[in-house]
């Protein structure tokens, strides 16, 4: 499992994945020295080359728009499958439809598209959303993460931590 970005999200993702013993190598540019003895902390390249899933669970920064493109896809050495819950123009959707297109990746799970307004689409975007959904092995789900009873109950704990209360 290759994970991209270990900061909460990452880090809290690769908790959740130490019960099945799977391998996770973990990069992050700007975190050091958080490797354990179940997260390696890797190159980007070595995420690249070596896993079989890739999460993305980056912040969308300059440096981070479209960083799933197709000369990240051309540095794949297997065939993994892309999970992304972070911010959808972390993923250029052009791009990932090629990478399914000329199998680079086995599937896809996104849990947000790169326009995360449905209702403001484009002709163009509309018809990418059709091919994106018209492959079997491409699940996307809403981007609903932060609607869960536990993350509301953290967020009200931390604006009242906040506040002083």
Not at 13 to 24: D, I, S, Y
Not at 65 to 85: E, G, T, V, W, Y
Not at 112 to 125: A, F, P, R
């Amino acid at each position: 499992m290759g994970i991209i970005g270990y900061g909460n999200t990452g880090s809290s993702f690769a908790k959740l994945l130490q019960p099945f013993e799977v391998t996770v190598l973990a990069h992050d540019k700007f975190k050091k020295d958080f490797g354990n003895s179940y997260v390696k902390e890797v190159t980007l390249e070595q995420v690249l080359e070596e896993a079989e899933v890739i999460s993305f669970n980056v912040p969308l920064t300059a440096e981070t728009h479209h960083m799933l493109n197709l000369d990240f896809l051309n540095k794949l050495r297997q065939q993994p499958i892309i999970l992304s819950a972070c911010r959808g123009k972390v993923i250029h959707t052009a791009d990932l439809i090629i990478g399914l297109k000329e199998e680079k990746i086995s599937g896809v799970c996104l849990d947000v598209l790169e326009n995360e307004k449905l209702g403001s689409y484009t002709i163009d975007e509309r018809q990418q959303l059709d091919e994106l959904l018209s492959f079997s092995n491409v699940i996307v789900t809403p981007h609903i993460a932060g609607y869960s009873h536990e993350a509301f109950l953290k967020m009200a704990t931390v604006l009242l931590g906040k506040l002083g209360f």
